[in-house]
């Protein structure tokens, strides 16, 4: 079955870096288009950053500049390098697949971004 798995969350200080990085397995990812989501307490999960199968990327607006969103087809792996971290980037972050339309979600991975 599909899985993600995400990893490289933590506690960083504000200005600092972070890599997140998504396990994926159970089907074909070089054809999915991967993306990474946030939610933090008390709001909706939202869209962070998304890579289709071409390469293409999509962005937050709040996220444009600081973070990128890139894969690597031969291992089955999507990053997101977080730099510039601020405090309003805490939230639970979680990876996502689509594969047709049909969506997958990983576990989630905690960033919390304080001094």
């Known amino acids: 079955q599909v899985q993600l798995l995400e990893s490289g969350g933590g506690l960083v200080q504000p200005e600092g870096s972070l890599r997140l990085s998504c396990a994926a397995s159970g089907f074909i990812f070089v054809f999915a288009t991967m993306g990474w989501y946030r939610q933090a307490p008390g709001k909706e999960r939202e869209l962070v950053a998304r890579i289709r199968s071409d390469g293409n990327t999509v962005y937050a607006d709040s996220v444009k500049g600081r973070f990128t969103i890139s894969r690597d087809n031969a291992k089955d792996m999507v990053y997101l390098q977080m730099n510039t971290l601020k405090p309003e980037d805490t939230a639970v972050y979680y990876c996502?697949?689509?594969?047709?339309?049909?969506?997958?979600w990983g576990q989630g991975t905690q960033v919390t971004v304080s001094s």
């Open positions: 996502n697949a689509n594969r047709g339309g049909d969506l997958f």
